[in-house]
């Protein structure tokens, strides 16, 4: 999955089998990321496998040329998959005793993932992101990252590891990532005579901003989705000093906080106002067609504003003035991990380090933000300013937990917040901020 085009991390409705949990909703949202396609099939399908699956153990193959074979599975496709097929071929070429086969899922990734775990012959090694779902079948990684010393995991971004782990056990070594940033189109900004974004921005700034825009353009000032996704949208309120919920997983009191209700209000205002535009999707399309000036995004979208030579730049997110902290972003990230039913631990392990080395992780970069300090050091990738403000973002969202790692049903309670964002949101509504969040927290 290619991180300028596919979300890592994010919902999914569950179906709980002893201890496994097993998306029923692919993941995805193809922009090319956020929630793959799928539902009740899925769900009646895992189900009956799981009821009729005694939990077959993934045997040891030995092949005749006495090599371990592992498999691995990515959910990536076309020229991302030559890539990886490459890797994996040096890889092979390099260790006599291990053969490794990658096996391309794409957009059946969570149905053949799902449906292996519940039979007990997932691959050994797999791209991994929702790991709430999926943690039940996967082997825990703590023991392997300590015999490789604290070296190999204080060179990976501190911020990664959290969305690699369930209840402070680790389940995927980190290898890629995106936050989210403030995109902006320079050509607007110059026509409407306003200085571009800088990191020192606050929401002050950027409404002021894009008042301006909208009064002297043909294009408003920001897009915005009026159905955010709860996981994406909670960055805001955590910039704000709020939450959707406390360490405990209750919505109360935190959700439909006054400084909660700051945000949604800021948001509904800029709509009401007509210098924002709340849209059916992420504001990418707005944004592209240059209906928009400015976005909030991940880098999902940049090499598609490249081919269309659009004048585009990015900065941090803006901070809210009186929060006394820098603005923090949620985090998309992709992990690797092992089946808890591979019988081949040892050779699995040694092509996860493979994958998360500093040279396989030079060999994704245009693919996949790097996890690792040194690459970023060695490829002076701080140095792009095209690059640079995903890594400010990391830096400063260190610390928080998404909802989702919390709240056991997070699918359930997800898809409820959606459509009470949407009341908020949707300008044939723009219902009460602070009604519809009391509202939210009392179901």
């Not at 998306?23 to 539902?39: A, C, D, I, Q």
């Not at 392990?349 to 998360?356: A, G, I, S």
């Not at 792009?384 to 909802?403: D, H, I, K, R």
Request: charged content about 25%; aromatic content about 12%; some cysteine.
């Amino acid at each position: 999955m290619n991180i300028f085009g596919k979300k890592y991390l994010h919902k999914t409705s569950t179906v709980s089998y002893t201890h496994l949990t097993l998306p029923t909703t692919p993941y995805g949202r193809m922009k090319m990321k956020k929630k793959l396609v799928g539902g009740l099939v899925l769900a009646l399908a895992v189900s009956s496998l799981l009821g009729g699956c005694g939990g077959k153990a993934t045997t040891s193959e030995k092949p005749e040329t006495g090599k371990t074979k592992i498999r691995f599975a990515t959910w990536d496709t076309a020229g991302d998959v030559d890539k990886q097929q490459a890797m994996v071929d040096k890889f092979n070429a390099e260790h006599d005793d291990i053969e490794v086969t990658m096996e391309a899922y794409g957009q059946d990734f969570d149905t053949k993932i799902s449906a292996g775990m519940g039979s007990g012959d997932a691959p050994d090694v797999m791209y991994m992101w929702n790991y709430p779902a999926y943690y039940g079948g996967l082997e825990p990684l703590d023991s392997y990252i300590e015999k490789e010393g604290q070296e190999y995991k204080d060179n990976i971004y501190e911020a990664l590891w959290p969305y690699n782990s369930i209840d402070g056990v680790t389940y995927g070594i980190p290898v890629g990532f995106t936050t989210h940033v403030l995109f902006y189109n320079k050509d607007l900004f110059a026509q409407a005579g306003v200085e571009e974004p800088t990191a020192d921005w606050t929401w002050d700034d950027l409404r002021e901003a894009a008042k301006t825009i909208a009064d002297n353009t043909d294009a408003k000032g920001l897009a915005f989705s009026m159905k955010p996704d709860p996981y994406d949208f909670e960055m805001f309120l955590w910039s704000n000093g709020a939450a959707y919920c406390d360490a405990e997983g209750k919505l109360e009191g935190n959700l439909n906080s006054e400084k909660s209700k700051e945000v949604f209000q800021m948001f509904q205002d800029m709509e009401k106002e007509g210098y924002a535009v709340a849209t059916e999707k992420s504001g990418t399309d707005e944004f592209r067609s240059q209906q928009a000036a400015m976005y909030i995004y991940g880098a999902w979208s940049i090499n598609d504003f490249k081919a269309d030579g659009l004048n585009f730049g990015l900065v941090d997110i803006p901070a809210f003035k009186d929060a006394d902290h820098d603005s923090v972003s949620i985090l998309s990230t992709s992990g690797i991990a092992m089946s808890k039913d591979s019988k081949n631990k040892d050779a699995a392990w040694e092509f996860v380090k493979f994958w998360t080395d500093e040279w396989a992780s030079k060999e994704r970069i245009g693919s996949e933000m790097p996890a690792l300090y040194n690459v970023v050091e060695s490829e002076k990738i701080m140095e792009n300013p095209e690059f640079a403000p995903f890594y400010t973002m990391l830096e400063q969202s260190a610390g928080y937990t998404p909802t989702s790692f919390i709240v056991d049903n997070w699918s359930e309670v997800s898809e409820s917040l959606a459509l009470s964002f949407e009341q908020v949101f949707n300008p044939s509504s723009l219902q009460d901020v602070g009604a519809v969040l009391d509202e939210a927290v009392a179901e």
